[in-house]
């Protein structure tokens, strides 16, 4: 890679992650926000679920049948007694008693709706409190981001606080968060008292306890009617319980609600929220589609080296490169969520593996619209199977592990977090991979003559290693008389094709003379000498054919008036 952009950094990973960080972060800011999509979708889908939906038919008719039972338990009505059976003192009695009930009625009256709005407030709160929260999370992650990046900001001549500038009002927030306690403060007061004066609740308790001894004073058809009035006070106070409010857990008038929204208003709002979720996942694709891209523009002169390899080799070296997404980490880290001996498409060893491979191989992770579909296949198969002919509705939470849980692995699925950025070569038809022992380190041989811009003198020893004689001619001939326009190339070798193939101006033979003390001795010259011929032919065990070209090579020197020493 050329020095103007390395960016100065010390390695092509510390250059990646500097290059694609941006994107890394976007990424986690999309999970982020689809982690609190997965969680409403989910409790939806719960919400919606067969047995969710039967609970709550079950409960329903429960509570029908307790209201139908507490519905045969009215008091039997009792009539008011008439003031001539009643004496002064019992009339008086009944009417102070009468007003008594009316002042009491008026305090809950009051009450009611006091510790009503109490709740409401105490909620309120709860939620500035939260907001004051969000406020602080935002203050951090623009601290961190300011020190994360304003170097950067200033290494470019900017001034990060001209660009960005976090401004938060607190005020209206802690005004709020006043006003709203000092509500709740006043109600407190209202209800309970403060120093000598009293509540609501103890005034009202104060009149009840009058209304008990008035009762105890009363007649006998008095307190027989009084009685009947408290009971059947409480027999409405329970109806009215067990009937409930749409907001009120474990009622009537709940089930019911929860029940028709199952049936009319949730399937559209869990259809609005998985095309959302849909649309993250495209958004975090397209994340890493630009690093893939990274990748691409990163790894652009391997391409180019490949390609000028065409325009000088005889041989044109075939290798290609491509950088693409992939989801090789995808079926055991799926897997591991799920319990392949329950019933399902993923059950049994062998057969859950067979099963994604199947899906796997089915999409390309490189589109958009595939990886989209993917999900939908990887989500149709979690909750449907056939059996015998016939499709089945299954539960995901049937087919998990028992520590796993289902909003963990929408996260995993949606959050894209098993795709990952690959980068493959390939010579010729075999990937890198598939490269023998000697191909792989010819092909490193062969990116170093090629990309590496140094034109100090290099020395390589024996490069045809592990290689037969056509993979040399291939691989290396043409490589090597390439780098050797810009430098010196000193070869080692036992083999006469590199020797003589890659027109040599100088063969250097070694001899090694195990009769007389392992003695070393060298005879150089140019691959024209008879001497040097003659070696490459008894020594070098080399062949006519490559001598052949080598002869072409010198006539051709020849004729162009070259000289050699």
Request: aromatic residues 6%; glycine residues 4%.
């Amino acid at each position: 890679m050329p020095e103007d952009r390395q960016l100065q950094k010390a390695s092509l990973d510390e250059l990646i992650d500097y290059t694609v960080g941006a994107h890394r972060t976007a990424i986690s800011q999309l999970q982020s926000k689809l982690h609190a999509l997965n969680t409403d979708i989910l409790r939806i889908e719960r919400d919606l679920s067969e047995d969710a939906i039967k609970a709550h038919r079950t409960a329903l008719s429960l509570k029908q049948a307790e209201l139908d039972a507490h519905d045969k338990t009215c008091p039997k009505e009792i009539a008011e007694p008439a003031d001539d059976v009643q004496t002064p003192a019992e009339k008086k009695t009944a009417e102070d008693l009468v007003r008594a009930q009316t002042e009491l009625a008026d305090f809950d009256g009051r009450l009611t709706p006091l510790k009503t709005e109490r709740t409401s407030l105490v909620a309120k709160v709860a939620l500035l409190e939260r907001l004051n929260g969000h406020l602080d999370n935002l203050e951090n992650s623009y601290a961190s981001f300011v020190e994360l990046t304003e170097r950067e900001f200033t290494q470019a001549g900017l001034k990060l606080s001209d660009i960005v500038n976090l401004n938060i009002k607190r005020a209206p927030v802690a005004a709020l968060l006043t006003e709203t306690r000092d509500r709740l403060a006043q109600i407190s007061t209202i209800i309970n008292g403060s120093g000598q004066q009293k509540g609501l609740e103890a005034l009202a308790e104060e009149i009840g306890k009058r209304i008990y001894r008035l009762q105890n004073d009363l007649g006998a058809r008095q307190r027989e009617y009084q009685a009947y009035l408290s009971e059947y006070k409480r027999w409405q106070n329970r109806r009215a319980e067990i009937e409930g409010a749409p907001d009120k857990p474990d009622t009537i008038q709940f089930l019911n609600a929860r029940i028709k929204a199952a049936e009319e208003t949730l399937p559209a709002t869990l259809d609005e929220l998985r095309n959302q979720r849909r649309q993250l996942v495209r958004d975090i694709h397209g994340e890493l589609l630009k690093i893939r891209a990274v990748y691409q523009e990163l790894y652009k002169p391997i391409q180019q080296m490949a390609a000028a390899s065409r325009a000088f080799a005889k041989e044109p070296l075939h290798l290609d490169f491509d950088a693409f997404l992939t989801a090789s980490r995808f079926e055991d880290d799926f897997l591991d969520y799920i319990h392949r001996h329950k019933i399902g498409n993923f059950y049994g060893e062998d057969e859950s593996k067979k099963a994604i491979k199947k899906l796997l191989s089915a999409r390309d992770f490189n589109s958009t619209d595939d990886v989209v579909a993917f999900l939908d296949d990887v989500m149709n198969s979690l909750t449907t199977a056939e059996r015998g002919g016939v499709k089945e509705t299954i539960t995901i939470q049937s087919q998990l592990k028992s520590a796993k849980k289902i909003d963990d692995l929408y996260d995993f699925l949606f959050g894209l977090r098993y795709l990952e950025p690959r980068y493959a070569l390939k010579l010729g038809e075999k990937d890198i991979s598939q490269l023998s022992p000697g191909e792989k380190g010819a092909l490193l041989l062969v990116f170093y003559l090629l990309l590496d811009p140094e034109q100090i003198p290099i020395i390589i020893d024996q490069p045809e290693q592990n290689l037969d004689n056509e993979s040399v001619v291939k691989l290396l001939v043409d490589c090597i008389r390439q780098a050797r326009a810009r430098r010196q190339v000193v070869i080692v070798t036992h083999n006469p094709n590199l020797a003589v193939v890659c027109d040599a101006d100088q063969v250097i033979c070694c001899y090694l003379d195990k009769v007389h003390g392992n003695r070393v001795t060298y005879e150089c010259g140019a691959i024209e000498d008879n001497p040097i011929n003659k070696t490459a032919v008894d020594v070098l065990e080399g062949t006519y054919p490559p001598l052949t070209i080598g002869a072409e090579n010198i006539t051709n020197r020849r004729m162009m008036g070259r000289s050699f020493q």
